[in-house]
């Protein structure tokens, strides 16, 4: 985190710099089923950031040497496209995207049941087509309703969410600048229907009751967001009757 | 979404959402149960059927179960066998033994090679997903012409129809001859017109097949097919 | 991966050639219903995304300040890039940039810079020592057949609704990109022993080569290229020159209509 503590980003009235409540997240759109050629797919836009994930699987785990023979692996790949920031970022490899994509697929492994899977591999593609902070959390999203649709078992969907610190005060969803220039972030990735945690980073400053009201908001927002996967799954097939 | 006749709800439940309680009923496919409730682990419709609660799902994979008829796609020829493309997670094998022809050993090349397609039957699937395949059975054989389309694992018994009644409206509109592989090909032969209109069929299965619209669409296509004046 | 082509695939696009028939009912020289939307990512100072058929693609435009080559001091310069990721199609792995989105990129940037329609030296802005850099990245998100139009056709919509940002790097106020025209692509595949446009995905499995053919305003040839195995005749090559002539006026009106909105 950034921690300029000369930068104003909470207004005079409490609000914030875009007008938005503490505990009030950016406007989240969802559509599933938006890709042709994946298995499943969907994108998600939560603010000015555009995410979209695409599933290809079960299929043979290629090379062999990772395959499991008791389960599926999950094989993430979150990444930026090039237009996606305000600097253009080289194609390539990159620490931070790797990072993001191992504990992505560590926590989609804890709900998808890879073990009706032995030997294959369940290929999950994040892309960030747009950014303003939050992109890992709208990938966690993405790739949640984009597992739902191509027909993955879950025992749960995953909901990526984040809430962080700004002048002192806790926030829901940090937009670009609060993320740059506040004192912490808490992406955590949330089982909506069991209420338990499947992904968790954090970084910056957070005191124990700060941290547990910025995970109060967490939930709150995942609430929030799980309704809107759920009418994103259901849109996708409305009018079907088995 | 609408209310069944026997009290049966049609409902569309996604990953994690609570079906109802799990005393006293049996969990079926497509659900689990944890702590004394029906949970849904696929994004389908729910299904309460001799008191066993499942999920029909909406998207699936194919999963090979012995005694499959399929379409496969031979991917690769070894000196005693095939290895065959079934749509599914992994590849099936067909050994020499068991091809409908009898094959010298390093001779399997001469019978099928590469992107050749066949029908053929699942004869044995273990638990490492390791898959067996047969083409010694009646009907079982290379299939030398026609098409191979694809479907939505899921839409295979709408396409099929109760008691094969829409596979045989199917047969009649189009004058084709059609097998459904339980792998989500199927294979269409006939005249160039009957192919097209099949062609169309399928598409539509593809687009529309879940959807309560389906059965008036079909039945729309089925008034544009030239082969029967009065259907 | 090496994409598995069933037999049945090619006798039946050959078959349904000797009607003159496609796949999906086109006409041989008929394309998919194309869409087009600019300005669609934040973030990116020109941006575009394409459909055409079960194609999606996405381009986007940034801006780089950087010192002149020596040799051409007043001229900034434009890179067009291609992503062939492994979100776009099963058949797409991981790893390094593979040689078929080399290509893609390549055509794609040849067919731009050839036209003309990007001044360099409008991108100078102290001679020797500050010019722009344009980087035209397409990412593309899904491979239902012939991304090389619908990238194409991405890059050039993006590029012509660029905002220079001059002030975010302090050179001055932000201004439109100027660009001169808009060269368009068009491609066949041949299926069934023909050439037809706008190739499926499934006439691309069961095809075999490939041209693409980039046309400017005037109707002038900016980039051409014959991509896999085969071989053509100069007689097929004049038919089917003649239908990108039509075809590239029907989406140069496109683009034309979309920067109308």
Redesign the interface.
């Known amino acids: 985190m950034g921690g300029y503590g000369d930068v104003q980003l909470l207004r005079d009235d409490g609000l914030r710099l875009d007008g938005r409540k503490l505990d009030e997240m950016r406007p989240v759109t969802i559509e599933a089923g938006v890709l042709p050629a994946a298995d499943g797919s969907a994108m998600v836009t939560q603010g000015l950031n555009v995410a979209v994930a695409a599933v290809y699987g079960p299929m043979e785990a290629h090379p062999r040497k990772i395959q499991r023979q008791d389960r599926a692996v999950i094989d993430v790949r979150y990444n930026m496209a090039p237009f996606s920031t305000s600097d253009r970022i080289r194609p390539g490899f990159n620490r931070r995207s790797r990072e993001i994509s191992k504990v992505t697929a560590e926590a989609l492994e804890s709900v998808v049941l890879v073990e009706r899977f032995p030997r294959s591999k369940i290929r999950v593609e994040i892309e960030i087509l747009a950014a303003e902070a939050g992109t890992r959390c709208a990938g966690i999203t993405a790739a949640a309703v984009a597992l739902a649709d191509a027909g993955i078992p879950m025992r749960d969907l995953i909901v990526g969410v984040a809430s962080g610190k700004v002048e002192d005060i806790v926030v829901l969803d940090l937009d670009k600048a609060e993320d740059n220039y506040g004192q912490a972030d808490l992406p955590v990735g949330i089982l909506p229907n069991t209420g338990e945690i499947a992904f968790l980073q954090m970084d910056g400053d957070l005191s124990p009751d700060e941290y547990n009201l910025a995970m109060e908001y967490n939930f709150k927002a995942a609430a929030e967001i799980h309704e809107i996967m759920v009418d994103a799954l259901k849109r996708r097939y409305e009018g079907g009757e088995s | 979404?609408?209310n069944g006749q026997n009290g049966a709800e049609?409902r569309?439940v996604?990953?994690?959402?609570?079906i109802g309680p799990s005393d006293g009923v049996r969990v079926g496919s497509?659900a689990?149960a944890?702590n004394d409730t029906i949970?849904a682990?696929?994004?389908?419709?729910v299904?309460e059927i001799n008191n066993t609660v499942s999920v029909?799902?909406?998207?699936?994979?194919y999963m090979p179960r012995s005694g499959d008829l399929i379409v496969a796609?031979v991917?690769e020829v070894r000196n005693n066998l095939w290895f065959m493309?079934i749509n599914g997670?992994?590849?099936g094998l067909l050994p020499m033994s068991l091809a409908p022809w009898k094959v010298e050993f390093g001779a399997a090349r001469q019978h099928m090679?590469?992107?050749?397609?066949v029908l053929a039957r699942v004869q044995e699937v273990d638990?490492?997903?390791n898959v067996v395949l047969t083409m010694k059975g009646v009907g079982l054989r290379r299939?030398n012409?026609?098409?191979?389309h694809s479907v939505p694992i899921?839409h295979i018994d709408r396409l099929r129809g109760e008691g094969n009644a829409m596979l045989q409206r199917l047969r009649d509109a189009s004058d084709c001859r059609i097998i459904i592989g339980e792998n989500g090909k199927v294979w269409i032969d006939g005249d160039?017109d009957g192919m097209?209109w099949a062609?169309?069929a399928v598409a539509l299965v593809q687009s529309s097949g879940?959807?309560?619209?389906f059965e008036a669409e079909f039945s729309a296509l089925e008034k544009t097919t030239q082969k029967k004046g009065d259907a | 991966m090496v994409e598995l082509v069933p037999t049945l695939l090619r006798q039946e696009l050959a078959r349904l050639a000797e009607d003159d028939l496609r796949l999906d009912g086109r006409g041989r020289w008929e394309g998919r219903e194309v869409t087009l939307e600019t300005d669609c990512l934040y973030n990116a100072e020109g941006s575009a995304k394409v459909t055409m058929g079960g194609t999606i693609v996405y381009a986007g435009v940034k801006f780089e300040l950087r010192t002149p080559w020596p040799d051409r001091p007043s001229q900034g310069s434009l890179m067009c890039g291609a992503e062939l990721r492994p979100v776009a199609h099963r058949k797409y792995e991981p790893g390094p940039p593979s040689p078929q989105s080399i290509e893609l990129g390549r055509v794609v940037d040849r067919g731009i810079r050839e036209s003309g329609c990007i001044d360099m030296e409008s991108l100078c802005i102290v001679p020797g020592e500050k010019v722009w850099g344009v980087m035209i990245d397409i990412h593309v998100l899904s491979d239902g057949g012939n991304i090389f139009d619908a990238c194409g056709l991405a890059a050039i919509a993006a590029l012509r609704t660029a905002i220079v940002p001059a002030e975010r790097f302090d050179v001055g106020e932000d201004y439109t990109l100027k660009v001169k025209g808009t060269p368009i692509m068009a491609s066949f595949t041949r299926v069934g022993g023909r050439y037809v446009y706008d190739p499926s995905e499934e006439e691309e499995l069961g095809g075999d080569e490939r041209i693409h053919i980039t046309l400017g305003d005037e109707g002038h040839l900016h980039s051409l290229q014959k991509g896999l195995r085969g071989v053509f005749t100069p007689a097929e090559f004049a038919e089917i020159f003649d239908v990108a002539h039509h075809r590239c006026v029907e989406l140069r009106k496109l683009v034309a209509n979309q920067e109308g909105n």
């Not at chain 2, 996604?14 to 609570?18: C, F, L, N």
């Not at chain 2, 682990?41 to 419709?45: A, E």
């Not at chain 2, 090679?113 to 397609?117: E, F, K, M």
């Not at chain 2, 012409?145 to 191979?148: A, D, I, P």
């Open positions: 979404m609408s049609q569309l996604t990953p994690g959402m609570a497509g689990l944890h949970i682990t696929r994004l389908g419709w299904r029909d799902p909406i998207n699936s994979a796609t991917a493309n997670p992994f590849q090679g590469i992107g050749d397609v638990e490492c997903h299939l012409q026609g098409s191979v899921n160039a097209a062609r169309k879940h959807k309560s619209t």
